[in-house]
């Protein structure tokens, strides 16, 4: 059984951090590439950042020099450092494995709240 599981979401004020973790279950962790996607209320979801099994970064322009992910392919976990938040960073961040054979997410975690007060 597949299974993504977040932590590290909560309630910052703008301009504060946060580390958002996933810890992966049930999948051959270092062959996936693994990204964290966020959906705001009333928006669609949106890609915030992925790396990929060789290590690949890609950010959405809108976290580029604020977020930084990461993989400890050991652990089977990938993190989210979050500095500098600003309210419009306010959504439920999602952790996503993928193998890339379709053009659809193979996996996703359950989603943890991020708020950031202004």
């Known amino acids: 059984q597949v299974q993504l599981v977040e932590s590290g979401g909560g309630l910052v004020q703008a301009g504060g951090s946060l580390r958002l973790s996933c810890a992966a279950s049930?999948?051959?962790?270092?062959?996936?590439?693994m990204g964290w996607y966020r959906q705001a209320p009333g928006k669609q979801r949106e890609l915030v950042a992925t790396i990929t099994s060789g290590g690949t970064i890609n950010y959405a322009d809108s976290v580029k020099g604020r977020f930084t992910i990461s993989r400890d392919n050991a652990k089977r976990t990938v993190y989210l450092q979050m500095n500098s938040l600003k309210p419009e960073d306010t959504a439920v961040y999602y952790c996503s494995a993928d193998r890339g054979r379709s053009a659809t997410i193979d996996y996703w975690g359950q989603g943890t709240q991020v708020t950031v007060s202004s």
């Open positions: 049930g999948i051959f962790f270092s062959g996936f590439s």
